[in-house]
């Protein structure tokens, strides 16, 4: 397959570029063969934070070697180098049109987004977890609707669960679930759903600006970025068609609720940057449910949190499916409330 070099132009160049660990190390410093190739459609850069993801990443990679859309860079991030990744990528690096920038300290996966996307050459700029595995059109999807309006593009994602209680129980139909609800949110919603495979132009990237570094906690860097690109006036369009498979899931009740337990406090940043508008919780209501969600968030801290997970993990596999279901459910919504109204019990950063 032969590869374009991004130019912005209406005639590009096929390379094979050599990929480098070091932030400033440019493709364009490497030996290429060029051809000339005709090419009318905009140039993409996909940008990939990954921390510990050597095994992960071969997925990814193989996929951007089967991309129908041949005017493509990728740029993998490596926030804290914890297991060579940079091999991974440098031997991919050989054959396909990516190189990595290595942090040489976890730094927090907005910088690591930032570092990408202002190092980015593409004109539409795409976000990608360097769990998934793109189907062909991946690239040509999202260019095309760059090409089509002025957007913001959300692709959701289809969970590739193993075979766990967890799973079994809760994860196959909150994925459904999640994906359904995506789609039927109103226009003037849908930067809620900006995460792991979003895209946009460099213009607007420039003009909404870098993701929130202060961000450290789990989540919500990403839904703040797509709150502001909302705010700069644009539709986001949570696109259907997209068959983009997500391979790192959540597997047990015990990842589940430490997570939730964690952006519970992200959102609490979140909300206070910008204001009650921007709220995507209302309060609980007085039912019956609620009042054992509050409850669960009166008690919870990072060590509770984790204790009921792994009880769970033990129990809900000889338990009726309906009330796993509904006990598993509970703790994730307890956790989360309690991340939100008790932000200093979170002591640690996943």
Known sequence: MRWARLSGCSTSWSRRPSTSEASDDRPDRAPYAFLAVPF????????????????RLPVLLTSLGQQEHQDVEM?????????DSASVV????????????????????????????????????IRADDDLELEPDFVAHHVRLHEQAPRGVIGMCRDVFPDTPYARTY????????????????????????????STTRDDFLAVGGYDEDFRAYGWEDVEWGYRLHRLGREILVAPDFTTLHHGPVTSTTERVQRAFHSGEAYRKFVSKHGPDAQTFSRLDCS?????????????????????????????????????????????QSAADAGRRYPGRVRTHL
Not at 40 to 51: E, G, H, Q
Not at 171 to 198: K, L, M, Y
Not at 298 to 304: D, H, Q
Request: aromatic share 6%.
């Open 171 to 198: 994860g196959i139909r909150a994925d459904e679930s999640i994906r359904a609800q995506a789609f039927a949110t109103p226009p003037e919603r849908t930067w809620q759903w900006w995460s792991g495979n979003v």
């Open 90 to 125: 440098r031997r991919f690096g050989d054959e396909l049109p990516v190189r990595s920038i290595v942090f040489p300290e976890n730094r927090g996966r907005a910088a690591a987004l930032n570092a990408g996307f202002f190092d980015a050459r593409g004109e539409v700029l």
């Open 288 to 332: 019956a449910w609620n009042a054992l969600v509050r409850l669960g968030s009166a008690l919870a801290t990072e060590r509770t949190v984790g204790i009921a997970g792994r009880m769970l993990d033990r129990t809900i596999g000889v338990l009726p499916a309906r009330p796993a279901e509904k006990l598993v459910a509970l703790a994730i």
């Open 40 to 55: 009318t459609s905009m140039s993409a850069t996909i940008v990939v934070p990954s921390r510990g993801g050597a095994a």
């Open 75 to 83: 740029i993998v991030v490596l926030d804290g180098d914890v297991d």
